[in-house]
């Protein structure tokens, strides 16, 4: 086990040389995207000072170079997630493209009037509006899986779900709100056994645990590089190779096709088939480092120090009245470093702003699921800190600081 150790970390990430008014920079914001180390933004500065060419085309020298470089940090995030090849990773841009794919090409090809969608009450907007709209075209029926009083998922909830014979089971790995972490292994153990195809969103685990998809089975998983130290505009959807190599294209053009006639055309192979039009070329080159960075520190020690922050920050606003936290316990290791929270009778914005004068970033809202927020939670918004590899003990102190000062203003 290697110790994260943050303070050094911190100096990989050119942003925290920042000070607004004298302060550092206190990042809590790593659910909504990460920072990125200067490795990730060396090698987009590389490529287009270097050899910047399209991708796939030229045979000229940077051309190749180009392509070598994209393809090649595919097969980076096969090793990373344990994919059997690169070729069933298609790079898209961002989970909430990714999973429209999924809704778009297979669900329009397998869902029909009747059939039955399984999602949960905890999944962000990008995991339940494709599903929305793919139920309402097909008049197919959405079934949720509760999230229990422990924050959890309602284990008789899901079993009623399955017991409908879903055709897809579509859900999150870790929630953007609770911070809940779903036995996904064993989900979609049972969903198989129901006969049915399971989607995994991985927007908030891919960064931050240890991910295995041969072990963990499902047929499809998404991901956006942005959360996970990478670029913006740049996201993966990985799927199994037979079940791709069965879907119909969504968006055609260039270089998503093998043969072209006036009237007709055939399709390049996986994943090429889904990747129409010039790609985000630095978007891919700039995963390569940003993969290398979190395998260096090993994704073991990166979920362990996020659990140690997490247990941290929640012992302390536990001492703090008026300080109420959404997410389950911390006793079977299945919460993640994100933490949401209310401060009684105080708008969450208000918490925001005042925490940003203490140059600490948090995010408020809703969070990009509302039914969860508002239907479950029964708030309008809550405020919500999320950790990652940069983050130690002293930004969570900071964080103390900055609600006993909300306090004192609202006088709670
Ligand atoms: C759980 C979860 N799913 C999906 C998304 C959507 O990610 P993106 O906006 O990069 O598509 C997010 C973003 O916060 C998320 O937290």
Known sequence: MVNIDSEEIKKDFPIFESRKDGQRLVYLDSAATSQKPRAVINAISDYYSNYNA???RGVYQIAERATEAYENSK????????AESYEELVYVRNTTEAIN????SWGEKNISEGDHILISEMEHHSNLVPWILLAKRKKAV????????????????????????PKLVAITHASNVLGTINDVKSITKKAHDKGA?????GAQSAPHMPVNLSDIGCDFYALSGHK???PTGIGALYGKREILEAMPPVIGGGDMIETVEFYSCTWNRIPWKFEAGTSNIEGGIGMTPAIQYLQKLGMENIFKHEVELT???????AEIKNVETYGPDMKKNDHGGVISFSVNGVHPHDIASIFDNYNVAIRAGHHCAMPLVTQILRQSAVARMSFYIYNNKDDIDKA???INEVKRIFKK
């Open 54 to 56: 399209n991708i796939h």
């Open 75 to 82: 097969k980076e995030m096969a090793k990373f997630l344990g």
């Open 101 to 104: 794919l999924v809704a778009l």
């Open 142 to 165: 959405l079934d949720y899986i509760k999230v229990g009083e422990d924050y959890r998922l309602d284990q008789e909830s899901l079993e009623n779900g399955l017991e409908k014979n």
């Open 197 to 201: 195809v399971v989607l995994v969103d």
């Open 228 to 230: 996970m130290l990478g």
């Open 311 to 317: 247990k941290y920050a929640l012992d302390a606003l």
């Open 400 to 402: 103390v600081e900055a």
